[in-house]
């Protein structure tokens, strides 16, 4: 069993179609933790050591947050600048991470479309990941590649529905240990994973 | 009536009432049933503690059902009984004529001449709002749908006595002038005027009531709150009550409805609440003197010699109005429950069928053999009520399964209260107010300051004149209903008072309070509560962080630590609290432990960068390491 701890970044969750239906239907398993970061700092005075300590619980981390200018909203961005703290994290003596797993669950207003060599953002998702790719690396974790809503613009209700209960299986077959890590790395988004061991059942 | 005859009588009913209602309640049989047995228990037939004067004292108290209608319409804002025109005038209307035939037909088919018969079919169509309104009020069942219906067709009884009253005298058969100078409030000086000046007289009167509500009583009732003086206010609140009812008597109109119109208008007002709690004892007294009094005429011995009569009088009223009512319930589409409820409250006659039993001796409709046996049967109907609630209750609204969530959200669309209260509207519950207020939260706002609760009723604001300290005027705000208390209130000595208050009858709101100091802060925590708000501690931090500012600090190190700052305070609160308890000498010593802490920590903050404190926007291990002359 993968115990999974979810940092949850949006500024205005009340405003989200998308997120707002992802929080509500996050699946009830042992040793799954969902940490909503705007609410519990809205100054983003961030408690170092509850953070660290809650990290110190888990074994995968997933940043779940909207895609702002090609990264993550400012508040995890505090969040990297104060946790992820030398001698701790990084460094000769920070070793807390060592073998933990992380990736991005983000969601696009574009489509994936968009985020190709030949489109208009002509990287993609995972390319544009790559600071934090390389920060989770230098903390001695693993890093998978993000799992991707993409298109929240267009999303009709029973879109929304679609893409949150195919999280919630992903999640659980995440907290069941049932995606192997090794194969995932390689792929371009971790929703391939999912449907990897769909087609192999 | 000597002094001492009066304290007498009012000790016999309030011992009776003392002794019987709390039994009654404890049996789940509800006040007014209490109030009967107590008034059957001390009258002629019972202990014989009183005289005959039963018939008067039921006329005197008549007068609670007049403030209960004023207390009605203060709940019940114009749009609401916009809302209820079609029950109103639908089951009302309906009801009133569907009854007055069956019963006029039964009595035709008795052989009663018809003039007769009509006369006994209208006055038998009343029922008794005292009792059901009353009743349901306290079984909390007022608000529902079967509830809201049963006071509809109430209302329209109070308004159709009225053109009642003016026809009788042309149902006499039995000719008989009367001149009657002592009667009720029927009798008019308007009596020997043209139709037409009664009519003018009429309009003129209620455009008295509404107009002088609207817009002459807030600056009175303004002027008085401004004296501070609660028993002044109190003496308003009767004086216009009592006045609405002298004029209405005067021009020959129902003086509940006068009152029930003025009501209607001041429920918009701010004084609204407090009008309510200030009339409301007098209200439940007189009610309950008006109960026993029924309780008490009750003509034993006319039942007793004609017992089966009696019976069967009782039984067949009850049981065609109960039919009349049913059939109505479903044609106007209540649903099951709901339509038990309606024909289960509103069975019985009412109190002003005895006005109409009077005035139609008087007046030669009837002959005193026969309002006699319906005398006895209306008061008997009346004492059923209850009986038929409670039946209605336990027996058959468990076997017909009462669609408990349908009644709930129902209730949920008529109430009117929200979420939040706040107690005091000075600078500090303003704030607070106005801040909801931007975020589209409705507040129910109590202040006592009268210049203030005028200039923000005028911006727009829900805001009611009272002291909300007071239980009653708590739960006239809604507070049994409310998610939220926002105390900011003037004084520390008030602000706990009501805290203990809301603790023992409110247990489910959440209370938020402005503390003075710390002292003050701490016996509100004592107090239970759990959000406690220094009032100066955020203004005065704001002042430490702009003065850092001056002085070359960086803003966002200044605001971090103000932030640091006020929630080390807030731990500190709680704990002190706790050890405050054990010993007044320890708490000094803590107290003083605490702020070195503080002192410590915040030293720590500013200068060892090194500790525990956002290492990782400047980390000197960092550096180290790199240099090579790492830790």
């Known amino acids: ?198 087609a192999s059942r | 009536m000597s002094g001492q005859d009066f304290l007498y009588q009012a000790f016999v009913y309030l011992a009776a009432a003392v002794i019987t209602v709390p039994l009654a309640k404890r049996f789940g049989l509800g006040s007014v049933l209490g109030y009967l047995l107590a008034g059957i228990a001390i009258g002629p037939y019972g202990l014989r503690l009183l005289g005959s004067e039963g018939q ?93 219906s049963a006071f509809a067709v109430l209302l329209f009884k109070d308004i159709a006595v009225i053109p009642i009253l003016a026809i009788f005298p042309l149902l006499a058969s039995v000719h008989r002038t009367g001149d009657s100078a002592g009667g009720h409030e029927s009798t008019t000086w308007l009596h020997g005027m043209p139709a037409w000046a009664q009519t003018l007289a009429v309009l003129v009167a209620v455009a008295v009531v509404v107009g002088g509500s609207r817009f002459l009583l807030r600056p009175v009732f303004r002027a008085i709150a401004q004296t501070r003086l609660r028993e002044v206010f109190t003496a308003a609140a009767l004086l216009l009550v009592i006045g609405i009812a002298l004029l209405m008597g005067l021009v020959g109109l129902s003086p509940a409805l006068g009152t029930f119109l003025a009501g209607v208008v001041l429920a918009d007002s701010e004084y609204r609440h407090e009008l309510e709690s200030d009339i409301d004892p007098f209200k439940g007294l007189l009610l309950g003197l008006f109960f026993i009094a029924v309780g008490a005429t009750i003509d034993f011995n006319l039942i007793l010699a004609k017992p089966l009569l009696v019976a069967i009088l009782v039984a067949g009223i009850v049981i065609a109005k109960f039919a009349v009512l049913f059939a109505l319930g479903r044609v106007f ?73 349908g009644e709930e959200r129902k209730a949920d669309a008529i109430e009117e209260e929200t979420a939040v209260l706040i107690a005091g509207f000075g600078s500090f519950g303003s704030t607070v107010g106005r801040l909801l207020r931007a975020n589209g939260v409705a507040t129910t706002v109590l202040d006592l300051d009268p210049d203030r609760v005028e200039l923000l009723r005028r911006l727009g604001l829900k805001v009611y004149y009272g002291d909300a300290s007071r239980h009653d005027l708590l739960v006239a705000a809604g507070a049994e209903r409310a998610r939220l208390l926002v105390l900011a209130l003037d004084s520390p000595e008030k602000t706990l008072a009501l805290v203990h208050t809301v603790k023992k009858h409110f247990p489910h709101l959440t209370i938020m309070a402005r503390a003075f100091d710390w002292e003050d802060a701490h016996d509100l925590v004592e107090a239970g509560v759990t959000r406690v708000y220094p009032q100066s501690l955020d203004t005065s931090l704001r002042v430490g962080v702009d003065a850092l500012g001056e002085l070359g600090f960086r803003a966002y190190h200044s605001h971090r630590s103000a932030r640091q700052f006020q929630r080390h305070d807030e731990e500190s609160l709680r704990q002190l609290t706790a050890e405050r308890r054990v010993s007044r000498a320890r708490y000094l010593t803590a107290a003083r432990k605490r702020i070195e802490d503080l002192e410590r920590l915040l030293e720590a903050d500013r200068v060892d960068r090194g500790s525990d404190r956002d290492l990782g926007w400047d980390a000197e291990t960092l550096r180290d390491e790199v240099r090579g002359t790492g830790a």
């Open chain 2, 56 to 148: 008067d004292v039921m006329h005197f108290a008549e007068f609670g059902v007049v403030m209960m209608l004023f207390v009605v319409g203060l709940e019940l804002q114009p749009a609401l009984l916009w809302r209820l025109r079609a029950p109103i005038l639908g089951l009302g209307g309906f009801q009133v004529v569907l009854t007055t035939l069956v019963v006029a037909g039964v009595a035709i088919a008795l052989t009663l001449p018809w003039k007769t018969a009509l006369a006994i079919g209208l006055t038998l169509s009343m029922s008794s709002t005292a009792i059901v309104l009353q009743t349901l009020a306290e079984k909390q069942q007022l608000k529902s749908e079967g509830g809201q």
């Open chain 2, 333 to 405: 589409s209540l649903s099951r429950d709901q339509g038990l409820l309606f024909a289960f409250a509103l069975p019985q006659v009412g109190e002003f069928a005895f006005v109409l039993f009077s005035y139609g001796l008087q007046e030669g409709v009837f002959e005193a053999g026969v309002t006699g046996p319906l005398v006895a049967a209306v008061a008997l109907s009346m004492a059923l009520t209850p009986l038929l609630l409670v039946f209605n209750e336990r027996v058959v609204q468990p076997r017909v399964g009462p669609s408990a969530a």
């Open chain 1, 1 to 198: 069993m993968a115990r999974i701890l979810i940092l949850f970044a949006h500024p205005a969750l009340e405003k989200s179609r998308v997120h707002r239906r992802l929080v509500e239907r996050l699946p009830e398993l042992p040793g799954l933790t969902f940490q909503d970061l705007y609410e519990v700092y809205p100054h983003f005075d961030i408690d170092v050591h509850r953070e660290q300590a809650l990290l110190e619980e888990h074994d995968v981390v997933v940043l779940q947050h909207p895609f702002f200018w090609y990264s993550t909203p400012a508040m995890l961005k505090q969040w990297q600048d104060l946790v992820l703290e030398h001698g701790w994290a990084y460094g000769r003596k920070g070793t807390a991470l060592v073998g933990k797993k992380l990736f991005n669950l983000l969601t696009t207003g574009g489509l994936e479309t968009g985020y190709r060599r030949e489109g208009h953002n002509r990287y993609t998702v995972r390319e544009l990941l790559v600071p934090i790719e390389q920060t989770v690396r230098l903390c001695g974790m693993q890093y998978l590649p993000p799992y991707i809503i993409f298109g929240s613009h267009w999303m009709s209700e029973p879109d929304i529905d679609t893409v949150a209960e195919r999280y919630r299986e992903f999640l659980v077959a995440l907290h069941a240990d049932r995606i192997d890590f090794q194969r995932a790395a390689a792929l371009e988004t971790l929703n391939a994973a999912l449907e990897e061991i769909e």
